[in-house]
């Protein structure tokens, strides 16, 4: 059995950051402090600009508003045309295997990350084989699940049904249930994903993968490093990604660098050691947020300000981690779409609403694309907010949210 690594401490002479300070690096790296373009001019420019400073865009299903990768980037640019993401995610044309700026995996949940991530998840794809349930269904649709992956590899890009149109008739329908309504074709689908063995082309206009092969979407040096990996200890690739969720987040505590690729095991602990020993990070003090080593990227600068008002997804990287968004802000966020209605105490889908470096209040929204309206059903502000400078401010970000949704107005759900 391995020894875990002791808890790190701060060192004695470690430098010290304010919490003011610690948010703005935060809010800095996260892309905050960039400026926007005017509104509907940003181009793919500043939409890959939003991806080397987040990284990982968490992917959702839940539509009561749009799609929740959309988000992030009209949080960080204003209002921009969603195409733009669709054709990072998709490609374009000839070229769109070398010109495809993100792919779909598990990262932090289902996630949108830059094809030079996807090979350093390796260690994920090999302990999805290992699985009980992997192994399980692996050894019980065996016939099925190799017919499956020889469609994609053959006729892909293909969604889940148009899987199961190229396969034998008859095949992969039966009775059996399953979980989330999947038919066994869509389990082979998500297992083969999972591994690595297929990815996704990208998402139809109903949100449904489109499975191919990885040599079909990805550079061929990506394929290439994924299948070396597989062959490798994977403590060098978790370091790397430990290192890109440190520049991503500005600075963390362990957990939260962790909880960006949901990383766990004491090769965390290991990776964070290797970044400092290559002067990659340095542990700091951050008083009034934790008592626990802050690690945060040597040399990056803290600006002076950093002020705006932006709308985060419940989704956004900045908000994820929960105990950080609390501890750097004093918001305590949490999502309650699953939570029953009559005991949700904000809201079925809750936006952060950040002012000049300070979260100061939360709204609950939803497109009623049939009335043609942004609907507020409800505004929550934080203690002590001045509500006569914010209220407005709120106002600005809902007609600028509208507009770029398509909708004529604000509405403000009667309480």
Known sequence: MATPSPSPTVPARAPTLSLAQARRLALAAQGFADPRPAPGAATMRHVTRVVDRVQV??????NVLTRSQYLPFFSRLGPYDPALLDRARDG???RARTGRRLVEYWAH???????????????????ARERAWSRSFAQTHPELLEAVRTVVREHGPLTSREVEAHLPHGAGRSDEQWGWNWSAVKHCLELLFWSGEITSAGRTTSFERRYAAPEVVLPAEVVARREALAHEDPQEAV????????RAHGLGTQRCLADYFRIRGPRVARGLEELEARGEAER??????TDRPVWRVPGMRVPRRVPGAALLSPFDSLVWQRERTEGLWGMRFRLEIYVPAPQRQYGYYVLPFLLDEELVGRVDLKADRAAGALVARAVHWEPGVDIRRAAPAL???????????GLARVDFAKT
């Open 57 to 62: 865009v968490q992917i959702d299903s839940v």
């Open 92 to 94: 374009a044309g000839p």
């Open 109 to 127: 949940e289902a996630s949108l990350v830059p094809p030079s991530t996807w090979p350093l998840l390796t260690f994920r794809m090999e302990q």
């Open 239 to 246: 370091t790397e990604l430990l290192g890109i969720s440190l």
């Open 284 to 289: 700091v003090r951050v008083p009034g947020w």
């Open 395 to 405: 106002q600005e970000q809902l007609e600028l949210m509208a507009r770029w949704l």
